[in-house]
T-cell receptor
Framework: GQQLNQSPQSMFIQEGEDVSMNCTSS?????WLWYKQDPGEGPVLLIA?????ELTSNGRLTAQFGITRKDSFLNISASIPSDVGIYFCAGVGRDDKIIFGKGTRLHILP | DAGVTQSPTHLIKTRGQQVTLRCSPK?????VSWYQQALGQGPQFIFQ???????QRGNFPDRFSGHQFPNYSSELNVNALLLGDSALYLC????????????FGQGTRLTVV
């Protein structure tokens, strides 16, 4: 079945640093989604990408839909303490099912 | 405007028992999807309900079943619970059957002992 490879699994960074994470797949997706999940909460949608090559920003977050439609990345600029959490990529295929990656755990060192 | 609400928030059950989890979608949404999130993993799609019918299903056994009511709320039922069913169960709602921009509830943490 369809699978997403999300990397890195975890990141330890200093406050103020930029962050980059990505997702790749052997399958083509029509939509890429990026979610953030805080402890004890459900995932919250950060950015949705609908076209190959699309680059979209949401404040300090920027995400791109890869040209091949098999990958996507998320960048966070000038990280702050509230950015801590788990970030999930998700791909939506022709069957409209959402496939999630395993997540990137972001830790910010004091 | 209430978002997606799920109940209960936590639940402990014994192997072999049956469990029912509940979800009320965000106001204006008519489609509910259920996900299972094991510890340290991403959510996995169980099934989707629209117009009171199961429209799509992931790779989950028949022990997992559901229902949608006329007010769009939904239930997830799991029979013959196994230890491996311990997970966070998430409900997501959308308008229509498209799964993009789904809004998630905070989940029900199920522990099977």
């Amino acid at each position: 079945g369809q699978q997403l490879n999300q990397s890195p699994q975890s990141m330890f960074i200093q406050e103020g640093e930029d962050v980059s994470m990505n997702c790749t797949s052997s399958s083509i997706f029509n939509t890429w989604l990026w979610y953030k999940q805080d402890p004890g909460e459900g995932p919250v949608l950060l950015i949705a990408l609908y076209k190959a090559g699309e680059l979209t920003s949401n404040g300090r977050l920027t995400a791109q839909f890869g040209i091949t439609r098999k990958d996507s990345f998320l960048n966070i600029s000038a990280s702050i303490p509230s950015d801590v959490g788990i970030y999930f990529c998700a791909g939506v295929g022709r069957d409209d099912k959402i496939i999630f990656g395993k997540g990137t755990r972001l830790h910010i060192l004091p | 405007d209430a978002g997606v609400t799920q109940s209960p928030t936590h639940l402990i059950k014994t192997r072999g028992q049956q469990v029912t989890l509940r979800c009320s979608p965000k106001s204006g949404h008519d489609t509910v999807s259920w996900y299972q999130q094991a510890l340290g993993q991403g959510p996995q799609f169980i099934f989707q309900y629209y117009e009171e019918e199961e429209r799509q299903r992931g790779n989950f056994p028949d022990r997992f079943s559901g229902h949608q009511f006329p007010n769009y709320s939904s239930e997830l039922n799991v029979n013959a619970l196994l230890l491996g069913d311990s997970a966070l169960y998430l409900c997501a709602s959308t308008s229509g059957t498209g799964l993009t921009e789904a809004f998630f509830g905070q989940g029900t943490r199920l522990t099977v002992v």
